[in-house]
């Protein structure tokens, strides 16, 4: 099974400002399986990114996935006061699917 | 628009048993893999199960597999999740979300609301 370990836990960070988040995986995603999602209180997941680096629909462009391999990233160019959540990443590339256990990006 | 609804969650004793079930509608069900994901309230997502597009393909978390059953009936635009042998560490709110592929595991592009199962005495 591939573990996914995502840091930091938490970010805190102000409206406008730049979030980088990381995903590190314990072997090798098979061709960059790999997916983020924003998760708010009280709501389900919404998928952001997938096959590392493409947005899914509707999703703004001031967030984008770059790596490979065994370390991805979500980065948010600018923060937007909607964007604050908790993020989690997960790997499709091999059985069984697993999670990070997710990165609470927090208003400072 | 696209929608799954989730369904049949409750309270059940340790040992139970609860069939979840998940509407779908607003796309081509037979079209897509589906999956169950949990997440116990304040804690990560736990994938639980998928199957494939027919249901001739599925997959089981190594915490659930023996215990619960995936199924679908295209038919009816449904998707199951049947559950026995209920455990404490079962509570959890389930989500119906959709594969973006006919195979058993992928990413999940639309999600349900979700369904409460409390497992306790």
């Known amino acids: 099974e591939i573990v996914l370990t995502q840091s930091p836990g938490t970010l805190s960070l102000s409206p406008g400002e730049r979030a980088a988040l990381s995903c590190r995986a314990s072997?090798?995603?098979?061709?960059?399986?790999l997916a983020w999602y924003q998760q708010k209180p009280g709501q389900a997941p919404r998928l952001l990114i997938y096959?590392?680096?493409s947005r899914a629909t509707g999703i703004p462009d001031r967030f984008s996935g770059s790596g490979s391999g065994t370390d991805f990233t979500l980065t948010i160019s600018r923060l937007e006061p909607e964007d604050f959540a908790v993020f989690y990443c997960q790997q499709y590339g091999s059985s069984p699917v697993t999670f990070g256990q997710g990165t609470k990006v927090e208003i400072k | 628009e696209v929608h799954l609804v989730e369904s049949g969650g409750g309270v059940v004793r340790p040992g139970g048993s609860l069939r979840l079930s998940c509407a779908a509608s607003?796309?081509?069900?037979?079209?897509?893999?589906m999956t169950w994901v949990r997440q116990v309230p304040g804690r990560g997502l736990e994938w639980v199960s998928g199957?494939?597009?027919?249901?001739?393909?599925?997959d089981y978390a190594d915490s659930v597999k023996g215990r619960f059953t995936i199924s679908r009936d295209n038919a009816k635009n449904a998707l199951y999740l049947q559950m026995n042998s209920l455990r404490a560490e079962d509570t959890a709110l389930y989500y119906c979300?959709?594969?973006?592929?006919?195979?058993?595991?992928?990413?999940?592009?639309?999600w349900g609301k979700g369904s409460t199962v409390i497992v306790s005495s």
């Open positions: 072997q090798s995603v098979s061709s960059n399986y």
């Open positions: 199957i494939n597009w027919r249901g001739s393909s599925t």
């Open positions: 979300a959709r594969l973006r592929a006919k195979v058993a595991w992928h990413y999940m592009d639309v």
């Open positions: 607003g796309f081509t069900f037979d079209d897509y893999g």
């Open positions: 096959g590392a680096s």
